[in-house]
């Protein structure tokens, strides 16, 4: 494999390791409730179940993830 591309791939995987990548898809998923609910008070047309359902699922997934690299880099440091 060229230099190049195992570097790059060694960034990729710090940065998931990090958990940077759940912490900007949280984000994205929080501001995608705040507009449902937004559109929920101030309009006549109602998001679907299934929309809701798919944004409390991102946001349940993404916390799961950023939670198991909080314990693996607390296992980390305790080794």
Wanted: with cysteine.
């Amino acid at each position: 494999m060229k230099e190049s591309t195992e570097k790059f791939l060694r960034r990729v995987s710090d940065v998931c390791e990090e958990g940077t990548i759940s912490k900007v898809l949280f984000g994205i998923y929080c501001v995608l409730f705040v507009i449902n609910m937004l559109l929920c008070i101030f309009s006549e047309k109602k998001p679907s179940w299934l929309n809701s359902a798919l944004i409390g699922a991102g946001i349940g997934s993404t916390h799961y993830y950023m939670d198991k690299y909080a314990r693996k880099k607390a296992e980390k440091a305790e080794a």
